[in-house]
């Protein structure tokens, strides 16, 4: 079977297309991967062996600019036609679209040539580009049990989970180290709240035995190490972590922000999180939701992300070492992802 897989836009959308890729190809099947031209360089480094990679003329078209969002639609526009053109002599089996605006062409295209077209929702609220190709759509595959947003009612929708990269799988379920240690992160960009109130507030801290591993701005490094080192809290500050899996693992307690990739991490290897979503992003605040009705930890938006909050939070859960074990048990969901995703598509 030839499965046409369409991602893009960033590594959260990539990285789950990726890995379903892999797995398609190791059961034998023809796989094509597009993707626009943001991301085409991660995609050619990690896609599987075998794997064709198309490249789509698309970006998103939430700029505030008139002239750039005609210009955004314009291109997706033309990548469409191109795709629906392409399929008349390289028509795919089905077609696998994994969210964003790179996504838009391969769905119109399989629609127009009635394929089986599968799309994958990474949020716990559906997206702006996803709600809009829902109507070409078989089935919508969910990263969360719940979806905000889905208004059409003849799209299947089916549970999948979002699929993890392999070193998150071989920790899945790892049992709280209890060793008192702290991760910051606020993703590959950082997040200035973070920076200005979690130092403030482990300096507040009845408490200061902790090590805080703390993940921002390139720009912020210096002056975050010297914040930490001036009031003797033992501290790691990087611009960048290299080995996610294995800092989370290491952590008793995580401060981040809530994309979907970020919330299902956190729930495939167990560990308790409180979560800060971006606040001109419904998607991250729906995400943070979920994760905090399972009872793993706290979902606060960022106006009640306060220094005194927070520091009140942290005195609680690090003096009751217990109820981290608590959470990080509740935490917890199984990640099958790939494999659901792969059998519902060969179906």
Same mark, same amino acid.
């Given at each position: 079977?030839?499965?046409?897989?369409?991602?893009?836009?960033?590594?959260?959308?990539?990285?789950?297309?990726?890995?379903?890729?892999?797995?398609?190809?190791?059961?034998?099947?023809?796989?094509?991967?597009?993707?626009?031209?943001?991301?085409?360089?991660?995609?050619?480094?990690?896609?599987?062996?075998?794997?064709?990679?198309?490249?789509?003329?698309?970006?998103?078209?939430?700029?505030?600019?008139?002239?750039?969002?005609?210009?955004?639609?314009?291109?997706?526009?033309?990548?469409?036609?191109?795709?629906?053109?392409?399929?008349?002599?390289?028509?795919?089996?089905?077609?696998?679209?994994?969210?964003?605006?790179?996504?838009?062409?391969?769905?119109?295209?399989?629609?127009?040539?009635?394929?089986?077209?599968?799309?994958?929702?990474?949020?716990?609220? &559906?997206?702006?580009? !996803?709600?809009? #190709?829902?109507?070409?759509?078989?089935?919508?595959?969910?990263? %969360?049990?719940? $979806? @905000? *947003? &889905?208004?059409?009612? !003849?799209?299947? #929708?089916?549970?999948?989970?979002?699929?993890?990269?392999?070193? %998150?799988?071989? $920790? @899945? *379920?790892?049992?709280?180290?209890?060793?008192?240690?702290?991760?910051?992160?606020?993703?590959?960009?950082?997040?200035?709240?973070?920076?200005?109130?979690?130092?403030?507030?482990?300096?507040?801290?009845?408490?200061?035995?902790?090590?805080?591993?703390?993940?921002?701005?390139?720009?912020?490094?210096?002056?975050?190490?010297?914040?930490?080192?001036?009031?003797?809290?033992?501290?790691?500050?990087?611009?960048?972590?290299?080995?996610?899996?294995?800092?989370?693992?290491?952590?008793?307690?995580?401060?981040?922000?809530?994309?979907?990739?970020?919330?299902?991490?956190?729930?495939?290897?167990?560990?308790?999180?409180?979560?800060?979503?971006?606040?001109?992003?419904?998607?991250?605040?729906?995400?943070?939701?979920?994760?905090?009705?399972?009872?793993?930890?706290?979902?606060?938006?960022?106006?009640?992300?306060?220094?005194?909050?927070?520091?009140?939070?942290?005195?609680?859960?690090?003096?009751?070492?217990?109820?981290?074990?608590?959470?990080?048990?509740?935490?917890?969901?199984?990640?099958?992802?790939?494999?659901?995703?792969?059998?519902?598509?060969?179906?």
């Amino acid at each position: 079977m030839k499965v046409w897989i369409a991602t893009g836009g960033t590594g959260g959308h990539v990285f789950p297309a990726l890995s379903v890729a892999e797995e398609l190809v190791k059961r034998g099947n023809k796989v094509v991967i597009s993707c626009d031209g943001r991301v085409r360089e991660m995609v050619k480094k990690n896609a599987p062996q075998g794997a064709r990679i198309v490249h789509v003329w698309a970006s998103g078209v939430g700029a505030k600019s008139k002239i750039k969002q005609i210009w955004a639609l314009g291109k997706i526009g033309v990548s469409a036609l191109a795709l629906t053109l392409r399929f008349v002599v390289d028509r795919p089996s089905r077609v696998v679209a994994f969210g964003g605006y790179a996504s838009v062409p391969a769905v119109f295209a399989a629609h127009v040539w009635k394929i089986p077209t599968f799309l994958h929702e990474q949020n716990a609220a &559906i997206g702006r580009a !996803n709600k809009f #190709v829902m109507r070409w759509v078989r089935t919508l595959m969910t990263s %969360f049990p719940n $979806v @905000a *947003g &889905i208004t059409n009612k !003849n799209t299947r #929708v089916v549970y999948t989970g979002l699929p993890v990269r392999r070193d %998150f799988l071989d $920790v @899945a *379920g790892a049992p709280l180290t209890e060793n008192g240690k702290l991760l910051v992160t606020g993703g590959s960009l950082g997040a200035q709240i973070l920076d200005d109130v979690v130092p403030q507030a482990i300096v507040a801290m009845k408490n200061k035995k902790i090590f805080v591993t703390h993940q921002t701005r390139p720009e912020n490094v210096e002056r975050l190490q010297k914040f930490y080192a001036d009031n003797k809290i033992h501290a790691n500050v990087l611009s960048f972590i290299h080995n996610m899996a294995e800092t989370i693992v290491d952590a008793d307690l995580v401060i981040g922000r809530s994309g979907a990739s970020t919330v299902v991490e956190l729930q495939t290897i167990g560990r308790p999180a409180i979560l800060v979503p971006l606040n001109i992003n419904p998607d991250q605040a729906a995400n943070a939701e979920s994760f905090a009705k399972n009872g793993g930890g706290f979902a606060i938006e960022q106006s009640k992300f306060t220094v005194k909050w927070l520091t009140a939070t942290l005195n609680d859960l690090f003096d009751n070492p217990a109820r981290l074990v608590k959470m990080a048990q509740k935490a917890i969901v199984a990640n099958n992802a790939v494999n659901l995703i792969a059998d519902e598509i060969l179906k």
